[in-house]
């Protein structure tokens, strides 16, 4: 049973930074593209960062190309988020999302296992 635990959301002023964690267990994480994804209130879940297996192919969604930085460590089966320049725009639940062998992760019809989410709340 693959399992996903986000950790490391919360609140932060506009400026700030935060960086999100995600644990992968039960799953051979080096065959898996990883991903972020996240849902605003009243909003559909949307794309945000996703990484390959082995660290490359990593595309990011327009609003936050150039203050995200996705990453991945397979050694601890553990995948990153860094978020610098946070705007309020960027609240939300934020989700880690895995798709396994050896395929990319494009959208959110592919994401084959999901994690609880955690929330991310910047003030202005």
């Known amino acids: 049973q693959v399992q996903l635990v986000e950790s490391g959301g919360g609140l932060a002023q506009a400026g700030a930074s935060l960086r999100l964690s995600c644990a992968a267990s039960?799953?051979?994480?080096?065959?898996?593209?990883m991903g972020w994804f996240r849902q605003a209130p009243g909003k559909e879940r949307e794309f945000v960062a996703r990484?390959?297996?082995?660290?490359?192919?990593?595309s990011y969604a327009a609003s936050v190309s150039g203050r995200f930085t996705i990453s991945r460590d397979n050694n601890k089966n553990m995948v990153y988020l860094q978020m610098n320049n946070l705007k309020p725009e960027d609240t939300a639940v934020y989700y880690c999302?895995?798709?396994?062998?050896?395929?990319?992760?494009?959208?959110?019809?592919?994401?084959?296992?999901w994690g609880q989410g955690t929330q991310v709340t910047v003030s202005s």
């Open positions: 990484i390959g297996w082995s660290g490359g192919s990593v």
């Open positions: 999302a895995a798709r396994g062998n050896y395929r990319l992760l494009f959208v959110a019809a592919q994401v084959e296992y």
């Open positions: 039960g799953c051979a994480f080096g065959s898996y593209s």
